[in-house]
């Protein structure tokens, strides 16, 4: 069997994400392999939902499988997140094709790709970094050409990973409102969908999402705790130096000193506001935040590539033979549920990419608006659609 592979935080899942799978299995006509942030997502918080549910509505939303995206890739940069995503695909075995959404589909990311390895390209990028750029910046110099969304950054890091794993990518028009923008329509952004559900308005998301998805927030408790979630934060703040903070996060260039005076703020937002610069972008300052919260030493999220395919949900038709290939033609060892000792006789990897994951979700229960339910990943089986 082959599939093509999508990457995704479906958070939450909305009709853009329907739109762009039914789009891919017209071009392809593939079975759909999604890999998905666990539970906490690129933007640098919480997921809205958490990993399993995100993953089920996927699933009814027209995916096959599912699979996580390790912490440890999640709560990273946009290079690193678009290279652990592929490389997990690549791992499947099954995986010839990713597609990906774009604002900008005639682009050919291909080539941008193949011109950002060469070898003067590399050391203009080096060049530029000395000069002060930041390096997304960087990167659009030396390349020659401007990344102009966020979208676009991704999909030119999708090429990036994709050239070294043999992949072919397919960009896809992205339809509807724009990553950040807010305002609610038929193929609103999850940003304007989170931000209106925030603010009491699940009538008026009615629209942007399937009618499931809808039915599954009326029933269930989404988002998260913002005090408690600043809390938590501005106590490791408070009780860690610069060189503290440091040692588990990927600051640079200083960054943990403007974080140390983030301490001062009373919210999450004024911290994100008061250290966010051309330089530093709101996103980045938040991964920052939250993997201090995690207080691990950096070099753990810093896994330079997947140790584990990790299951969280698939059809019974489809899904299920594409999950009984993959045993066969696997790089990576398949985990469909923990059991008490899950990581006995694996590598150091494999053992703390494993831990981080248990820890984001263990974190993410403990800022959510609902009762707390640690070590849901010990009890939790991946969904299966009948």
Not at 151 to 160: P, R
């Amino acid at each position: 069997m082959r599939a093509t592979g999508i990457v995704a935080e479906y958070n939450p899942f909305h009709n853009g994400h329907a739109l762009h799978i039914n789009k891919t299995k017209e071009l392809l006509g593939q079975p759909i392999i999604a890999v998905m942030s666990g539970s906490f997502v690129q933007r640098g918080e919480p997921a809205f939902l958490d990993k399993w549910t995100r993953a089920q509505l996927a699933v009814v939303g027209g995916a096959n499988l599912v699979i996580e995206l390790p912490t440890c890739f999640s709560l990273r940069s946009a290079e690193h997140f678009a290279r652990g995503s592929v490389e997990l695909l690549a791992a499947t075995g099954l995986v010839n094709n990713i597609s990906c959404g774009t604002e900008h589909p005639e682009t050919n990311f291909t080539d941008l790709a193949a011109n950002y390895y060469k070898e003067e390209t590399q050391s203009l990028i080096k060049k530029y970094l000395s000069e002060g750029f930041s390096y997304a910046v960087a990167n659009e110099k030396a390349i020659g050409h401007s990344l102009a969304s966020p979208n676009d950054i991704l999909a030119f890091e999708y090429a990036k990973a994709c050239l070294k794993e043999n992949i072919d990518l397919h960009a896809i028009q992205r339809e509807g409102a724009g990553y950040n923008d807010t305002d609610i329509q038929a193929l609103a952004s999850a940003s304007a969908i989170r931000k209106a559900w925030r603010n009491g308005n699940l009538e008026e998301i009615k629209e942007c999402m399937p009618a499931f998805v809808i039915r599954t927030l009326r029933t269930t408790i989404a988002g998260c705790n913002e005090h408690r979630l600043w809390s938590l934060i501005k106590y490791s703040l408070v009780t860690k130096t610069p060189e503290e903070i440091a040692a588990v996060t990927e600051c640079s260039e200083g960054l943990e000193n403007l974080l140390k005076s983030a301490e001062a703020c009373s919210t999450l937002n004024a911290a994100s506001k008061l250290c966010t610069s051309k330089r530093y972008s709101t996103s980045r300052i938040r991964r920052l935040l939250m993997q201090l919260l995690f207080n691990k030493p950096i070099a753990e999220l810093r896994q330079e590539h997947p140790a584990y395919i990790r299951i969280l949900a698939f059809d019974n038709t489809v899904g299920r033979e594409l999950l009984k290939e993959m045993k066969k033609t696997a790089t990576l060892p398949i985990i469909n549920k923990l059991g008490k000792n899950p990581a006995h006789g694996q590598s150091k990897a494999f053992k703390e990419s494993l831990e981080l994951d248990i820890l984001a979700t263990n974190l993410r229960e403990l800022v959510s608006n609902t009762d707390t339910n640690l070590n849901k990943d010990f009890t939790t089986s991946p969904y299966i659609r009948y």
